[in-house]
């Protein structure tokens, strides 16, 4: 039991799919991150929310779209993605340090989600 | 804009010996410098991490050490072991309203028998 769970753990869809990820913490954290990991670029932040609200978009594709409908759930859905979009889908949870008042808040990540696009 | 470099990309070390990875930061605003792990096919997990009001830290084989004026990080790992083999991620945050997240590309370290 890492703590940060997804589903599903392999996914292989066509570019005209629409599928969505899922991340549940069970830590407590109230801040969830999404990255992506491939060989081009191993830990690449695409979205956090931290307290329910997301403070941070890297400029990512609109063909991905987070949701996060609390503390405990992240979503990242999917539609009409890329053969680059391949990789894997890594999600994070952390103490958000304003809450907390201490800066070294670490991340925990979840096992990912290998997605493959046809 | 705000970078992290890591070298090296790949190192290969003796079983025994010590291996260092070395990260160095742009934003000199970065406040919180954590290290994780990634064994192949698994999650990354936190090693060890430091913040900017301390030098060095230490976790029985494992050490870091920053140099805020170089704006330079060092994972430090002694008397290696086969498990010690995996890819190693640093990263530098800076705390505050815009919250940043930057990570180095990775090393992958070999402990070789």
């Known amino acids: 039991e890492t703590g940060v769970t997804q589903t599903p753990r392999h996914l292989v869809m066509g570019m005209t799919n629409k599928k969505s990820l899922k991340c549940e913490q069970h830590?407590?954290?109230?801040?969830m991150y999404w990255y992506k990991q491939s060989a081009k670029k191993p830990l690449e932040l695409m979205f956090v929310?931290?307290?329910?609200?997301?403070?941070e978009n890297n400029s990512v594709p609109s063909r991905f779209s987070p949701e996060c409908p609390n503390s405990s759930h992240l979503f990242l859905h999917l539609h009409t993605l890329q053969p680059e979009d391949s990789a894997l889908y890594l999600c994070?949870?952390?103490?958000?340090?304003?809450?907390?008042?201490?800066?070294?808040?670490?991340?925990?990540f979840g096992d990912g989600t290998r997605l493959s696009i046809l | 804009g705000e970078n992290v470099e890591q070298h090296p990309s790949t190192l290969s070390v003796q079983e025994g010996d010590s291996a260092v990875i070395k990260c160095t930061y742009s934003?000199?605003?970065?406040?919180?410098f954590p290290w994780y792990k990634q064994e192949l096919g698994k999650r990354p997990q936190l090693i060890i991490d430091?913040?900017?009001?301390?030098g060095e830290k230490k976790d029985q084989r494992i050490a870091v050490t920053l140099n805020k004026t170089a704006k330079h990080f060092s994972l430090h790992i002694t008397e290696t072991q086969p498990e010690d083999s995996a890819v190693y991620f640093c990263?530098?945050?800076?705390?505050?309203?815009?919250?940043?997240?930057?990570f180095g590309k990775g090393t992958r370290l070999h402990i070789l028998p």
């Open positions: 994070a949870s952390s103490q958000d340090w304003r809450r907390s008042g201490a800066c070294d808040q670490p991340q925990h």
């Open positions: 830590l407590g954290h109230n801040a």
């Open positions: 929310y931290s307290l329910e609200e997301r403070v």
């Open positions: 934003d000199s605003a970065s406040n919180y």
């Open positions: 430091i913040r900017s009001n301390v």
């Open positions: 990263a530098a945050i800076l705390m505050n309203r815009d919250d940043k997240i930057i």
